[in-house]
């Protein structure tokens, strides 16, 4: 069985960010419906779906993952 990726909030991920932060939250926003890859590389594409993702749930679409963005990304 296939170990499940924990990714914890440590601060906002915005445009131009790397790392597996990056990559948990394409993970998660596939999880909700986005065609974005999986992807370590916070690029336009990626900006895109989360504010996408912002839209739809009733968030302030800024483009960066912060606190709210990431809990409803979490659930």
Known sequence: MAK???YTYEKPVKLG???TIVKGITSL???HGSSVKVTEVYHIGVR????SF???NG???T????KKTWTKLNK
């Open 29 to 31: 926003l596939g999880k």
């Open 48 to 51: 895109s779906a989360v504010m």
């Open 59 to 61: 968030l302030k679409v």
């Open 63 to 66: 483009g960066v993952v912060d």
């Open 17 to 19: 960010d790397k790392g």
């Open 54 to 56: 912002q839209k739809k």
């Open 4 to 6: 499940k990726e924990v």
